[in-house]
């Protein structure tokens, strides 16, 4: 027997907020890809090696353009999850707060691929720690709330 999934009203912008994470990720690897062609860092290595970064601005940015990617990667746990959870009571607010943290990835890797580092805050990027902490305050408070009334 099956039973039918109900979403709560709104929740068409967790949809949205959660396919824009997509979308970033998707840029993102474009970035990367041009980055590493530019650099001349062949597959499979990660990384440009110090030397060459030291060496080559076009390196460099490739180092930085991988590691704003990878630290995206990174929050997708995090992101996802808190978003599902508060979305079961606010979805709305949780919708919102996902895409406002997909916008900050933008930011952050158009600072960091400035080629310092610093940037990558300094732009915007650390706007993305907001939408982030207020997920897990979110998340939390639903995950107490549902334990709390299944009690």
């Avoid at 949809?15 to 980055?35: K, P």
């Avoid at 709305?92 to 930011?107: E, M, T």
């Avoid at 610093?118 to 907001?130: A, C, F, Q, S, Y």
Wanted: glycine share 10%; aromatic share 10%.
């Amino acid at each position: 027997m099956s039973s039918p999934i109900v979403l709560p009203a709104g929740f068409g912008y967790v949809a949205a907020g959660l396919v824009s994470t997509a979308w970033v990720l998707g840029w993102q690897m474009i970035v990367v890809g041009s980055h590493r062609k530019k650099s001349g860092v062949k597959y499979p290595q990660l990384y440009a090696e110090k030397a060459e970064a030291n060496a080559s601005k076009a390196a460099l940015l490739f180092n930085c353009a991988q590691r704003a990617h990878q630290n995206t990667l990174e929050h997708m746990p995090l992101i996802i999850v808190s978003t599902l959870v508060t979305a079961l009571k606010h979805p709305v607010l949780a919708g919102y707060a996902c895409g406002f943290w997909a916008l900050s990835r933008v930011l952050y890797t158009l600072g960091y691929t400035t080629g310092d580092p610093v940037k990558r805050n300094t732009r915007g990027g650390i706007l993305g720690e907001l939408p982030l902490f207020g997920l897990l305050l979110g998340s939390t408070y639903t995950a107490f709330d549902l334990l709390r009334s299944s009690a």
